[in-house]
């Protein structure tokens, strides 16, 4: 008898979507899964926004939440100036947010689990941010790699520290997302693998003791819920607070 | 009692002395036990890819520019440990005194 065995990691495979013309231009399950969570956000915001009342129903007071959630975020950690970069943080918020939560669905691919996409996304930040620290202070802005109060023939030692750790911003950025996503990912496919593997080698007791796995699993959906909405939060505050060096330099 | 002076008791003006030293802080804003939870695991979930991220920033560094002068491997030796405090650097900037998480 072939037992079954876990297969965790084939979820992550790229496959093409939207049929002949998909895979003519390699138009993969992940791109049509950005596709869908776009069309979430707009739609949402579409719909929510169509009243404009002055006391909101569900729909629209759950989009001015999402606003003002966001919007505080910028203000309390970039300062009066993050306003200008909200709707950067307000995208890659609701993408990264809808990206995993969509994720969790039976079937539903999480495009956040590919560190091409995160790495991508964690890149583009951290070119930016440098790109404004450059256009509001000039060549002022590598000060930034010298600390204050620091005597000078320490610098040889401190300036490369300094270097080494914001060039290490992207990395830890796209990584913990990345990471994060996959290892939720892995340990619900691991935990359900059992319960087949539970039924096809013992039978009925099988049966009844893969309601410990189904129980983990439970208990793991309600943490993956949770792990999806912190990275992305977290995922927006590094944003909120790499701007802020760059305003501020300090 | 003898540490009573001007009608004070002694808890009253120790208090004073430290709130004009700055000793004393203000009292946290009450936040539910969730959040501050929630603020835990956002800071462990933080800190265990920073070291590590720096540390591959280091090494790759190093690598780069010994294969640019052929000096395998000193120049990779070197950034090790510059690596590592860089990383050191990441979690003291992340959850240090002045951090604002």
Known sequence: ?250 | MSGDREGQSFEERLGKARASAGLDRPPPEGKPVSAADSGAIRIAMRLGVEIVAALVIAVVIGWGLDRLFHTRPWLMIAFVPLGAAAGLRNVFRAVGPGSKS
């Open chain 1, 1 to 250: 008898m072939a037992a079954p065995t876990i297969d965790a990691l084939s979820q992550f495979r790229l496959t093409t979507g939207l049929g002949p013309i998909g895979r003519a231009v390699n138009f993969t399950n992940s791109n049509e899964m950005m596709l869908i969570a776009v069309a979430i956000v707009v739609v949402l915001f579409a719909i929510g926004l169509r009243t404009r009342a002055l006391v909101p129903g569900r729909l629209q007071s759950l989009v001015e939440a999402f606003y003002e959630f966001v919007y505080g975020m910028c203000v309390d950690n970039i300062g009066e100036e993050g306003r200008k970069f909200f709707p950067l943080v307000f995208t890659i918020f609701v993408f990264i947010l809808l990206g995993n939560l969509l994720g969790l669905f039976p079937y539903f691919f999480a495009y956040t689990s590919g560190i091409v996409v995160t790495a991508t996304m964690a890149l583009f930040v951290f070119i930016f941010s440098t790109g404004v620290g450059f256009y509001i202070h000039g060549w002022r802005f590598l000060k930034f790699f010298v600390p204050d109060g620091v005597p000078g023939w320490m610098l040889p030692m401190l300036v490369p520290i300094e270097f080494i750790s914001y060039l290490s911003r992207p990395v830890s950025l796209s990584v913990r997302l990345f990471a994060n996503m996959t290892a939720g990912h892995v340990m619900l496919e691991v935990f359900a693998g059992f319960m087949i593997m539970l039924t096809a080698t013992l039978g009925i007791f099988g049966a009844v003791a893969s309601i410990i796995p189904l129980g983990l699993n439970v208990a793991l959906i309600a943490l993956e819920l949770l792990v999806a909405c912190l990275q992305a939060y977290v995922f927006a505050i590094l944003t909120c607070l790499y701007l802020h060096d760059a305003v501020h330099m300090h």
